[in-house]
């Protein structure tokens, strides 16, 4: 029988690719977004489509239980909806700051309370959390989205103990930069709705140039690469809990193994501003 996965955030990026692989890998999908009139690809027998906003729980709830009809069980979700944030903190409107920390830490906490009673009535089932890079280096000028990463990564390893107990396997996958998705986009336009106070307009500047920079080819993760990550930790029965995907995660992960003094000095020189 095929298994079946929830996927949140589908419309577009990871979760878009995440949902083809499952496809292909013969999976039931549950494809979730929050306006599902923009889902753009053909029908398939073993499809779902369906509206799902991780912010707001009775649509949470309406999403788990349209997958529970259509298909009986979820075996795995995927908590991959998410917004991102560049921006400086003192700049940024309050709903701003709650709109990045609900979207990606309590959306994946209201996801999981929702599927955890389908999962105790069969017995089981699997987690898998996309967070980010973020998570071993936090960057510059993306406090509060470090701060959400940094909180779901947290989340999720805790959590992971007492599930175990119910046969709930918890995982994550931690991309690094994928400059291919919507993600950079909407950032930047989210940048837009804040202020940059003068005494960091400088740096501010030289911070978003890097953006802008040709990335090296092969350097960043692809929606791809994401997706047969996602993928391989849905199926994963090695106990694995973590996988860095893109080689700055994998580079993020080598500078944040040296000592706490060389790591001091890695990240200065990466982000400290020049004064
Ligand atoms: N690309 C990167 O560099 C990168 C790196 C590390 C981690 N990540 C993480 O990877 C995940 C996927 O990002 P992506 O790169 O694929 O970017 P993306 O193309 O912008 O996809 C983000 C998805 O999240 C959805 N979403 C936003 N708010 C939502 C809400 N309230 N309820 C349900 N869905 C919502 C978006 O749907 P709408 O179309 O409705 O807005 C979109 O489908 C995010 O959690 C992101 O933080 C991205």
Known sequence: MSQTVLVTGSSSGFGRAAVHRFLDQGWNVVATLRDPSRWTGAP????????????????????????????????????NAGVGLFAVFEGTPER?????????????MRVIRAVLPHFHRQGGGRIVNVTSSNVTVPS????????????????????????????????VVEPGLSPGTNFVGQTTARFGSS???????????ERAATFDAPPPPGYFATDDDVAAAIHEAAVDETGRFRW??????LDFARARQASDEDYDAWRRSHFAPAR
Do not use: W
């Not at 027998?45 to 509206?51: E, I, Q, W």
């Not at 707001?56 to 259509?70: P, W």
């Not at 993306?142 to 918890?170: C, T, W």
């Not at 202020?195 to 500047?205: I, K, L, N, S, T």
């Open 44 to 79: 398939d027998g073993r499809l779902l489509v369906t509206a799902l906003d991780v912010r707001d729980t009775a649509s949470v709830l309406a999403g788990v239980a349209a997958a529970v009809e259509r298909f009986g069980r979820i075996d795995c979700v995927v908590n």
């Open 96 to 108: 701003i700051i709650e709109d990045v920390v609900d979207t990606n830490l309590y959306g994946p």
């Open 140 to 171: 510059t000028l993306m406090a509060a989205y470090s701060a959400s990463k940094g909180g779901l990564h947290g989340f999720s390893e805790a959590i992971s103990y007492e599930l175990s107990l119910r046969n709930v396997e918890v995982k």
């Open 195 to 205: 202020e940059v106070p003068a005494p960091y307009a400088a740096y501010v500047q």
């Open 244 to 249: 860095r995907v893109g080689a700055d995660a």
